[in-house]
């Protein structure tokens, strides 16, 4: 449904931001955005983004700390 559907993205997109924000543990991140536990987080997160939340979250500190 969309509702549900709004509600994954808005996990992902608040997962992301603490990736990249902050630096919790993918299992505190998959609590944090309403996952029952760390394996269905990662499994979402990989089937939206083509891309671990670690690889996600190397990737774009890559990128931080290459633009200063």
Do not use: W
Request: glycine residues 2%; contains cysteine.
């Amino acid at each position: 449904s969309r509702g549900l559907e709004m509600c994954i993205r808005d996990r992902i997109k608040t997962a992301q931001y603490y990736l990249t924000e902050t630096n919790l543990t993918i299992k505190e991140i998959s609590v944090l955005c309403g996952y029952e536990n760390d394996i269905s987080f990662m499994h979402c997160f990989k089937n939206r983004l083509r891309i671990t939340p670690s690889e996600y979250r190397k990737k774009k500190l890559n990128y931080f700390h290459s633009e200063e």
